[in-house]
């Protein structure tokens, strides 16, 4: 049988490629199979509500340093976190670019609003208007993305369907705790709420009648989810920055207050540091290159970087005290402020570092930081120095940790006890070539 002329294809393959243009223009979705996907200016702009969500969290802490005080406020950081979380989520699918996208984050930025200026008093009256808002943003968003998805192709919106079924299964805690009059009743019910929301990716959303999802499902772009993260550390850090210099306003005449602010800016740069320097890089590299980028993003964007950013809301907490009274003696809710804030923030770093490492190992620089926590405590409580030392302390504990991972990971301390040519530096080299040695194949070994 003769082959058809190649004018008789033209038609078909012009077709074909109209309707692939079509297809692309109607399309919700950023459609990056895993590739990069740049930060969207619209994203940076949304962000600004969070900014003002973390400084009325820090304000709550302030203003309520007692147990109760401090699982409130966990309580409400955790749906502050998880309404950002799943919006990260749902922009590294949908394209910000389009109009329809736009109007959903506008209104999510609006409701974020609300929920915002309802965190002081959302253990009293406005716990409802806490709780509703934040529903409305999960339940409304994932529905949202979930149509966006499927209309693109049959199926694809069963992921973000399921999500959107565990939150409306938590939704009626919520409300009901945000109707109770009791304080201990609203906190009790709105943990068990937040137990159901966090355990959703952990169970990979499985839903009766629906399934569950698979990580393979979670095609996400590594690189967009690293910067959202990161961008979400600064906003924290910032936040801590503003608070800091509008106290140093206040408290001018203050003895001791430049020598506090130093600190307090030496104490956040240190923090970035340890963040930025290797982790954000190496995790960064990370997720764009794993075979699963939405379980690396679950595991260590997700949920490691909860202590991180909880760490970096106590210790501004920490932050406002010593500013405000830096010579009075250290009183137990400001070392227990420290300490916690501490051991949150270097613990999420080294949980989540471990995650981005190829031998999976937890620094040691950090364990050394978390172990000298103790002792610092210790002093604080039985010693009474002031604020000031204190506070100087955990400071220089940091810039302990941020040099010595610095010198480890750009050139090594054998290298530069090799250069200084003392007496064990042989030694030394040698067992860690041992150490080198054992987790390498004896194949690679051949090949030296």
């Known amino acids: 049988?003769?082959?058809?002329?190649?004018?008789?294809?033209?038609?078909?393959?012009?077709?074909?490629?109209?309707?692939?243009?079509?297809?692309?223009?109607?399309?919700?979705?950023?459609?990056?199979?895993?590739?990069?996907?740049?930060?969207?200016?619209?994203e940076l702009f949304f962000d600004l509500v969070y900014v003002f969500a973390?400084?009325?969290l820090s304000h709550y802490l302030l203003e309520h340093l007692t147990l109760l005080g401090a699982l409130q406020t966990a309580v409400l950081f955790g749906a502050v976190w998880w309404a950002w979380m799943y919006t990260t989520w749902a922009t590294n699918w949908i394209d910000p670019e389009?109009?329809?996208?736009?109007?959903?984050?506008?209104?999510?930025?609006?409701?974020?609003?609300?929920?915002?200026?309802?965190?002081?008093?959302?253990?009293?009256?406005?716990?409802?208007?806490?709780?509703?808002?934040?529903?409305?943003?999960q339940v409304g968003r994932c529905l949202y993305v979930s149509w966006a998805m499927e209309r693109g192709e049959r199926g694809a919106g069963r992921n973000m369907l399921r999500a959107a079924i565990w939150f409306i299964a938590s939704a009626p805690l919520w409300l009901a705790?945000?109707?109770?009059?009791?304080?201990?009743?609203?906190?009790?019910?709105?943990?068990?709420a937040l137990a159901i929301d966090y355990s959703g990716p952990l169970a990979l959303f499985r839903v009766p009648g629906l399934g569950r999802s698979s990580v393979r499902e979670w095609v996400i772009s590594g690189s967009h989810m690293a910067e959202r993260c990161g961008l979400f550390i600064i906003i924290a850090l910032g936040e801590g920055l503003l608070i800091s210099g509008a106290?140093?306003?206040?408290?001018?005449?203050?003895?001791?207050?430049n020598l506090a602010l130093v600190n307090v800016l030496v104490g956040s740069f240190a923090m970035w540091w340890l963040y930025f320097d290797v982790?954000?890089?190496r995790a960064a590299w990370y997720i764009e290159h794993h075979r699963l980028p939405g379980l690396i993003g679950r595991q260590a964007f997700t949920y490691w970087h909860i202590p991180i950013v909880a760490g970096i809301v106590v210790l501004a907490v920490a932050d406002e005290k010593v500013l405000a009274h830096p010579l009075e003696p250290a009183h137990g809710d400001f070392v227990t402020v420290i300490g916690i804030g501490m051991v949150l923030f270097l613990g999420g770093m080294m949980g989540f570092k471990r995650i981005s490492s190829r031998r999976g190992k937890l620094p040691f620089s950090h364990g050394v930081g978390l172990a000298?926590?103790?002792?610092?405590?210790?002093?604080?409580?039985?010693?009474?120095?002031?604020?000031?030392?204190?506070?100087?302390a955990s400071t220089a504990i940091f810039v302990i940790v941020a040099i010595w991972e610095w010198v480890s990971f750009h050139g090594g301390w054998l290298e530069?006890?090799?250069?200084?040519?003392?007496?064990?530096?042989?030694?030394?080299?040698?067992?860690?070539?041992r150490r080198r040695m054992r987790g390498v194949s004896p194949e690679e070994q051949a090949r030296g």
Do not use: K
């Open 416 to 433: 530069r006890i090799e250069a200084l040519g003392l007496p064990f530096a042989a030694t030394l080299r040698a067992r860690a070539e």
């Open 279 to 281: 982790g954000a890089r």
């Open 98 to 137: 389009r109009a329809p996208n736009r109007f959903l984050l506008g209104a999510v930025m609006l409701v974020s609003l609300v929920m915002s200026t309802a965190i002081g008093e959302a253990f009293g009256d406005g716990g409802l208007r806490f709780a509703a808002a934040y529903v409305a943003i």
């Open 247 to 257: 106290e140093y306003v206040a408290a001018t005449g203050q003895p001791g207050l």
């Open 177 to 192: 705790g945000g109707l109770a009059q009791d304080d201990s009743a609203r906190l009790g019910l709105w943990l068990a």
């Open 1 to 42: 049988m003769p082959a058809p002329p190649a004018e008789a294809s033209r038609p078909c393959v012009g077709a074909a490629l109209a309707a692939a243009a079509e297809e692309r223009r109607i399309s919700l979705l950023r459609n990056h199979a895993g590739g990069p996907a740049p930060v969207s200016p619209l």
């Open 372 to 392: 000298l926590v103790a002792p610092l405590a210790l002093w604080g409580l039985l010693g009474h120095p002031s604020a000031l030392a204190l506070f100087t």
């Open 54 to 56: 973390i400084t009325q």
